[in-house]
């Protein structure tokens, strides 16, 4: 078998000198032959090279989009001027930290037509629908920005299962509608929803953490981890939230008379409401 001179004659020469180095050490002694050995694989002074870290950061879109899965804040008052939602207006809604699973479900039924003395029925189309969602997301809560986070999403849920009832505006209207997005234009973009349930799992198994309410003031983004700020303080109001927990959110796809007037399958199945189209529809 022909060597490439020029490839394999490193390699060889590297293997000579290492044998060499070797033979040279052992006639040296036990101790000069480990030593010999150890120089090869023991960095010097056995402290090990420095090593680099960088700091952590979301995976975004080359086209600059955020494809992770959240729940929009409704545009009202109350809603995008909130101290206790503001964690949630700085990342446009109530992103899930973690993948979350998702299971949704399309239904087309039909009403069985049975004549009498006949072997198979006949079927009649009655209606298409999207069926409720649910959405199961971990939280986990390390700090106090973690902790803000997690009470922020515990608020907003509570906060959009309910009407306007009693004092204060918009007085009778039913709970806000909001806008699911996730994973690009091509799988949920707008998507029109009611939050018509949310499970909160607060186990007994877990940590939980003081968070310190008064950083609700002091920030509106998460520029406050670049500027250093203490994110494990316990001083002044403080709250205490789990470690780890799971947050169940069922949502139901809807949309107006009005849309749904204007709603073509043709158009649809060739894809012309998704992407800068999307309408919402699924």
């Not at 950061?57 to 206790?84: C, E, H, M, T, Y």
């Not at 207006?89 to 109530?94: C, E, F, H, K």
Request: one cysteine or more.
């Amino acid at each position: 078998m022909a060597i490439d001179n020029k490839k394999d004659g490193t390699v060889v020469d590297k293997a000579v000198k290492l044998a060499r180095d070797s033979v040279q050490a052992f006639s040296d002694g036990a101790d000069g032959f480990m030593k010999g050995i150890r120089s090869r694989t023991i960095p010097k002074d056995g402290e090990p090279d420095e090593l680099q870290a960088t700091n952590a950061k979301w995976a975004s879109d080359p086209n600059g989009k955020d494809w992770r899965v959240k729940l929009s804040i409704p545009n009202i008052d109350s809603f995008q001027s909130s101290p206790i939602l503001a964690p949630l207006v700085a990342t446009g809604g109530l992103a899930f930290p973690y993948t979350p699973t998702i299971i949704m479900s399309h239904a087309a039924s039909y009403s069985a037509i049975t004549p009498v003395h006949s072997n198979y029925p006949f079927f009649a189309y009655q209606n298409s629908q999207v069926d409720a969602m649910t959405l199961t997301g971990q939280f986990y809560c390390q700090n106090n920005l973690e902790g803000l986070y997690w009470l922020g999403a515990l608020h907003y849920l509570r906060s959009i299962t309910k009407m306007f009832y009693g004092a204060g505006s918009n007085q009778g209207a039913p709970p806000p509608v909001v806008k699911l997005n996730g994973y690009g234009d091509y799988v949920f973009k707008d998507v029109p929803c009611m939050v018509t349930n949310f499970t909160l799992d607060m186990p007994t198994d877990v940590d939980y953490i003081a968070v310190d309410m008064t950083m609700l003031g002091e920030w509106n983004s998460f520029d406050a981890i670049e500027e250093g700020a203490d994110l494990t303080s316990t001083d002044g109001d403080k709250s205490y939230v789990p470690t780890e927990s799971q947050m169940t959110v069922t949502i139901q796809p809807i949309y107006s008379r009005a849309l749904v007037e204007q709603f073509s399958l043709d158009k649809f199945a060739k894809g012309g409401y998704l992407g800068s189209n999307n309408k919402g529809f699924i």
